[in-house]
């Protein structure tokens, strides 16, 4: 599934309740985009997707989640046909571990992640970017600045979600 075929992570309706609603929903969805780009992820709701991946050839695949809810497949798809692996763990924390085939590109995992919903503690950090947005879309061509005071505060949450370094 690409990046702009993801459900979105949440509509203007689920701000109504924050400073500055209502808000209009392309706006949301920006804001949404940055938190997901930001932390690495899609985070909700929770989908199946198949990605490939690059593998170092060490015991420990790392997938782009942090809330692994199933793993279906898994496939070596360095030779000409795709070879399924078997033997393998995973961990909800979005690892699995196992004999993988190293090499760009060599790895395709199908699996279910992702939240039922929006996490409640990411819906104060989405509605500040949305109407950090709003302000910019507003104010068109004049400049306009911020205290990274609220900036600083909400980076534990987005830290909560983020996907940490990979090998």
């Not at 997938?63 to 692994?68: D, F």
Request: aromatic content about 8%.
């Amino acid at each position: 599934m690409a990046v702009e075929d993801w459900p979105d992570l949440v509509v203007a309706a689920d701000l109504a309740a924050f400073p500055g609603a209502p808000f209009a929903e392309e706006t949301v969805r920006a804001a949404a985009g940055q938190v997901r780009r930001i932390c690495g992820w899609h985070i909700a709701p929770e989908i199946t997707e198949t990605v490939v991946l690059d593998h170092n050839g060490a015991g420990v695949l790392h997938l782009p989640s942090l809330y692994v809810k199933a793993v279906s497949s898994v496939k070596d798809v360095t030779g000409d046909t795709p070879v399924e692996v078997t033997g393998f763990r995973w961990s909800r924390a979005g690892m699995l571990s196992g004999r993988f085939p190293s090499g760009f590109r060599a790895v395709e995992v199908t699996f279910t992640h992702g939240f039922d919903e929006c996490p409640a503690d990411l819906l104060p950090v989405i509605a500040s970017r949305t109407q950090r947005r709003a302000m910019q879309e507003s104010l068109g061509s004049r400049s306009v600045s911020y205290s990274a005071e609220g900036d600083r505060a909400f980076e534990s949450t987005l830290d909560t979600y983020r996907l940490g370094p990979r090998p």
